[in-house]
């Protein structure tokens, strides 16, 4: 038996303010699509915004469905319409914000496992990381210089 340690890195910023003007601008974007969200059931809104290599900013925000599995979370919302509309350029960066309806939210609320796992495959297409930005409703940013970071044991079409 050998041991296996898995170590990620993640920098925290304190606030959006310590961020450079490019991404508070993309950051701005996914607070808009947040405002923008339909949640009506979990009354938790997220949206994402994604920088593009052509320039382009795509945002997504979760779409809520009674039927919960019929729903879609911000990030995968935002990186299949990219994938959709620009299926040639690639993902630089993703921001992310949630916030409850319920309570406020001052921690960085990372992507859910399944859109960590989208994230993972469209790493794996483009062969080059996307720098994750993640925050609450206010308060601290996190960043990711990868998915790898965390989803560090990805699944991929390697194993297929």
């Known amino acids: 038996?050998?041991?296996?340690?898995?170590?990620?890195?993640?920098?925290?910023?304190?606030?959006?303010?310590?961020?450079?003007?490019e991404i508070r601008n993309l950051m701005r974007k996914a607070i808009?699509?947040?405002n923008k969200a339909y949640a009506p059931y979990s009354k938790f809104n997220v949206?994402?915004?994604?920088?593009?290599d052509n320039g382009e900013v795509v945002t997504g925000n979760n779409q809520?469905?009674?039927s919960y599995p019929s729903g879609l979370c911000a990030e995968r919302t935002a990186i299949y319409y990219a994938g959709?509309?620009?299926?040639?350029?690639?993902?630089?960066?993703m921001a992310i914000t949630a916030a409850s309806q319920n309570q406020e939210t001052t921690s960085p609320i990372p992507p859910c496992g399944a859109c960590r796992q989208a994230v993972a495959e469209y790493e794996v297409k483009?062969?080059?990381?996307?720098?994750?930005?993640?925050?609450?409703?206010?308060?601290?940013?996190?960043?990711?210089?990868?998915?790898?970071?965390?989803?560090p044991l990805i699944f991929d079409s390697s194993a297929l």
């Open 1 to 21: 038996m050998k041991e296996i340690k898995i170590e990620s890195t993640l920098y925290v910023y304190d606030s959006m303010d310590e961020l450079s003007e």
């Open 32 to 34: 808009e699509a947040r």
């Open 47 to 52: 949206g994402a915004a994604l920088l593009l």
């Open 64 to 66: 809520e469905n009674a």
């Open 84 to 93: 959709a509309t620009y299926p040639k350029s690639q993902i630089l960066r």
């Open 126 to 151: 483009q062969n080059a990381p996307i720098e994750i930005y993640f925050m609450g409703e206010t308060g601290p940013v996190a960043k990711s210089n990868s998915l790898a970071n965390l989803l």
